[in-house]
């Protein structure tokens, strides 16, 4: 009789849900306290998120953290796109010490390469301020959408190109037409991430950003070391809400990709 | 794909529309004042009475430590219009040409500063700081866990029925003074076998902790710890949420700390900076100060309505004989050196 | 191309068509991956070239550098109470990546293992929290573990204890946190090697005859190690330069490695010193990911003479 891995399956089926069950709650369960958390302790359930809008400095660090992501996502992604498009035409293998360079950011421990910009912006006498913290993001968010595009690259069927050139079409309509669209989900996911990192990145903003342009990740940090206030519950669920809708927005990407 | 380019111009828009906020604030004030400073520095009251005479917008920055403000200017963090150093690092922010000089200051309200703040060691002719505040460092007890008189830092050094109820400053030359204090030495103590000896206490201590924290809302105020060291301002703002707790002024002695107010390199706005300077020596002002936030204060405010009772709170004015064995941190940069060897190792036990 | 090219019969005229230029063909293409390689060099390597430099200088009395060549540095890192630290870093690293290991296995193998649908809702419900700011975690995780927390609170009222339990401020607290903090980013390439997994290899070792223990050990376990071990990277190396975790849920009372470079290049502003500690991290580091490079190689190798022996017409025994 075959004792195939499906009937060992039906034995330990509930001992697997039950332990995936179990982890899934202790990994929500402090995302939920801190959720109902916000609700109260106000006069009214939104209370604390009133007041959160409606004080300066919050608002100013996360204006300052979707400014800094947005402007990290353009320069990473068309960085990125542009870079691996020269290095991966073909499906060819970039040479070894690119592709090092391009795993370095990824590899290094955040604190390093936060230290390092740190000290390099002061000896070129740039200002810290949001323009040292996009060009810090954008140096470790690079590294993602190069990979990104290169899984697609590899995924990429070199006869389409030529089919279009064979029907006539100039080298441009074909990128246009042919292979930008085939990339532009790889692309799109890189932005996200980018944006996303950018948005979420806490060390090396720690280090590269300047006076009045903390990012709210830094100033959570800093009020958790000064004094909890209840506004920053709230928005802490603010940004668990826009996280949640970015995972959905990607995964509804992954499902369109042919 | 439709999906995705609503998603992407959604996002346009909603940066577009946080970027035009800040456009429309900036025409209406245009002068802006960046503070750094400690937290709970500033009472709300008297930032609004800047803004409003002066028709500009404060924006308070914070720092945890004096080493903190120090390494962020060094750094090269252009772009604080005021900043407030304790006494002890104005001599390495002169050497490291880090603030402006303030020139010449007719101001008759220098005339009104008591005797301790004025002509300071570090800067007696007031060339680049002007005193803001003075305080003590000392011990906050929780009157509701603790019976019996407490006047001696041996109640957090020597108490191991407290273990785990006690935090120190996370601040390297208070918790080092204190313990060169209960050892009988000098708070600027700079020999390295008295400093061994202050290592040997620390780290003896180190078990009864529960932190080391500036942050005295999460351990104190909730009842956590029932003995902190704490800053002589910040324990008796702290009284206004539980009532419990008491400030107590060591009797072998601690440290004075004395706050000034200066204009680091690269500030947008010194002008105005200087005006917030001269605002705050207004004794109206600094009377404001005293009573929300428990500073001492460096101008003489007897005689105004209000100061009588702030007179018989010996936290805020401890009386000579209290203070007869507190000094002023020194700022030899040997010293500090070997205070942060000790704090290094104290931390890695 | 070996197949399918078409014999050109001999009563065709041979045209010669110009060779049709794909995009990718473009000289331009050849110069696109300039602005990035400048980017990296700029801002990568140049900065952490210089923090090699400082690594080699000396400090000056208020913490300024002072272009002197110093390699004392080096020497002091090598102290006995700076290596104390060192040596208790890589053991934190070493538990919360042995620990996520052991936790996240049988989640990854279950994920893998699973339905279209069941797979992308875990997939999903892991990665939330993967992308939630780290910093919101821990701040979530503070508040469930304080004394006065709700894990606390629930063990007071219903007097289960008269005591609070410490659950933070303390080394429980930051071994807590960073299983928590880490855990997805050991589920995520576990999984991703897992489900490419050929689990008809699992099938036929039972037929012949191994038992369960034998199955896990012998098949799934080295079949699943290129995961493991990129798994085991990406929680290893921040771990071990990890700073904030212990700041705020350690009570700030025990100094790792990352505390200790915070700290001398923040407080004690001794440049120098700090760019020889960081010189010795990303040495670390790096070597931790040679390592895992050359191990993830050589068993994918091993993966891939498997999948090299697979006999196609097995597959058709097999209803």
Not at chain 1, 189 to 211: H, K, M, P, Q
Not at chain 2, 175 to 198: I, T
Not at chain 2, 309 to 315: A, C
Not at chain 3, 3 to 15: A, H, I, L, R
Request: aromatic share 12%; glycine share 6%.
């Amino acid at each position: 009789m075959r004792q195939s891995t499906l009937s060992v399956n039906i034995h330990m089926f509930d001992l697997k849900k039950i332990y995936t069950a179990v982890i899934l709650l202790l990994l929500y369960f402090p995302l939920f306290a801190l959720a109902v958390l916000s609700f109260r302790g106000g006069p009214t359930p939104f209370y604390w998120y009133q007041k959160a809008f409606s004080q300066p400095q919050l608002m100013l660090v996360l204006k300052n953290s979707i400014i800094i992501a947005f402007w990290t996502m353009i320069f990473s992604t068309v960085l990125g796109t542009l870079t691996a498009i020269g290095l991966y035409k073909k499906n060819t293998k970039a040479p070894v010490w690119f592709e090092s360079l391009i795993h370095l950011p990824l590899v290094l421990p955040e604190i390093v390469m936060g230290l390092a910009l740190l000290i390099w912006f002061v000896f070129l006498n740039i200002t810290l301020g949001k323009l040292s913290v996009v060009l810090a993001h954008t140096t470790f968010s690079v590294s993602y959408v190069i990979l990104i595009l290169r899984a697609r690259f590899k995924n990429m069927d070199p006869l389409q190109e030529e089919a279009a050139a064979d029907l006539g079409a100039t080298p441009w309509k074909t990128f246009w037409y042919v292979t930008f669209p085939f990339l532009l989900p790889a692309i799109v996911s890189g932005a996200l991430l980018s944006f996303t990192l950018s948005f979420d990145d806490f060390l090396i903003t720690f280090f590269t950003a300047g006076v009045g342009s903390d990012t709210l990740p830094v100033q959570i940090y800093s009020m958790m070391r000064f004094g909890i206030t209840p506004e920053m519950n709230a928005i802490s669920v603010i940004v668990l809400l826009f996280t949640i809708i970015a995972v959905l927005m990607l995964f509804r990407l992954r499902s369109e990709k042919i | 794909m439709k999906n995705k380019i609503f998603c992407i111009s959604l996002l346009l828009l909603f940066c577009q529309c946080t970027k035009n906020q800040d456009s429309q604030n900036s025409p209406s004030k245009e002068k802006v004042l960046q503070l750094y400073c400690w937290t709970n520095y500033f009472s709300p009251q008297m930032i609004q009475a800047f803004e409003k005479k002066t028709n500009s917008k404060v924006i308070i920055n914070y720092f945890s430590s004096n080493e903190e403000l120090l390494a962020k200017l060094q750094a090269g963090a252009k772009g604080y219009d005021l900043i407030v150093p304790s006494g002890y690092l104005i001599r390495a922010l002169k050497t490291l040409n880090l603030i402006e000089p303030l020139g010449e200051l007719n101001w008759p309200e220098l005339k009104k500063l008591i005797p301790r703040a004025s002509k300071p060691d570090y800067d007696p002719l007031h060339e680049y700081t002007i005193p803001y505040a003075w305080g003590t460092t000392g011990i906050a007890i929780n009157r509701a866990k603790i019976k019996g008189k407490v006047d001696s830092w041996a109640w957090v050094f020597n108490h191991p029925e407290f273990k785990g109820k006690i935090t120190m400053l996370e601040d390297a030359p208070a918790v080092v003074g204190a313990a060169l204090k209960y050892l009988g030495y000098s708070y600027n103590e700079s020999r390295p076998e008295v400093f061994a000896k202050a290592k040997e206490l620390l780290i003896k201590q180190k078990p009864l902790l529960k932190a080391y924290t500036i942050e005295h809302d999460s351990f104190l105020v909730t009842g956590e710890v029932a003995l902190a060291h704490i800053y002589s301002g910040d324990s008796l703002q702290i009284r206004k949420k539980n009532p419990h707790i008491e400030y107590v002024l060591p009797k072998e002695g601690s440290e004075i700390y004395m706050d000034n107010l200066a204009i680091p390199k690269g500030a947008a706005s010194p002008d105005l900076a200087k005006e917030f300077i001269r605002f705050t020596l207004d004794t109206k002002m600094a009377l404001l100060q005293t009573q929300h936030l428990f500073f001492s204060p460096v101008v003489d405010i007897r005689g105004l309505p209000g100061a009588e009772e702030l007179f018989s709170n010996p936290g805020i004015f401890p009386s000579d004989y209290v203070l007869k064995n507190f000094e002023m941190a020194s700022d030899d940069p040997k010293r500090i050196d070997l205070i942060q060897k000790i704090w290094i190792e104290l931390k890695s036990i | 191309m070996p197949f399918g090219m078409p014999q050109t019969v001999s009563y065709m005229k041979k045209t010669t068509y110009p060779k049709p230029k794909l995009s990718l063909d473009w000289k331009a293409t050849k110069y696109t991956a300039l602005p990035g390689l400048i980017w990296f060099m700029f801002f990568l390597i140049i900065p952490l070239l210089i923090v090699l430099g400082f690594s080699f200088l000396k400090r000056g009395d208020f913490g300024t550098v002072l272009y002197e060549l110093d390699f004392s540095n080096y020497k002091r890192v090598l102290e006995p109470l700076y290596l104390k630290i060192v040596l208790r870093s890589l053991w934190l690293a070493v538990y919360t990546t042995g620990i996520c290991l052991l936790l996240a296995y049988p989640l990854a193998y279950h994920m893998a293992r699973t339905d279209i649908k069941t797979k992308q809702i875990l997939l999903a419900l892991i990665i939330i929290p993967f992308w939630i700011n780290f910093i919101i975690r821990i701040y979530a995780l503070k508040l469930v573990l304080g004394e006065s927390g709700i894990i606390n609170h629930l063990l007071l009222e219903l007097n289960i204890l008269q005591e609070p339990l410490q659950l933070t401020d303390n080394a429980l607290g930051v071994g807590i946190g960073m299983i928590y903090n880490y855990f997805p980013f050991m589920v995520l390439p576990l999984f991703v090697s897992l489900e490419k997994l050929d689990y008809t290899l699992l099938d036929a070792a039972y037929d012949l005859g191994a038992n369960k223990r034998q199955v896990i050990t012998k098949i799934l376990l080295p079949l699943s190690l290129p995961g493991m071990f990129t798994g085991c990277m990406f929680v290893f190396i921040p771990s071990f330069g990890e700073f904030v975790i212990p700041d705020l849920l350690g009570g700030s009372q025990t100094m790792f490695v990352g505390n200790l470079i915070t700290e001398t290049f923040l407080k004690t502003r001794d440049w120098p010193f700090g760019s020889a500690l960081s010189a010795l991290l990303v040495l670390m580091s790096m070597a931790a990911f040679m390592f895992v490079l050359h191990r993830v190689s050589a068993a994918t190798e091993n993966v891939q003479d498997i999948n090299a022996t697979k006999h196609p017409e097995r597959e058709h025994t097999y209803v």
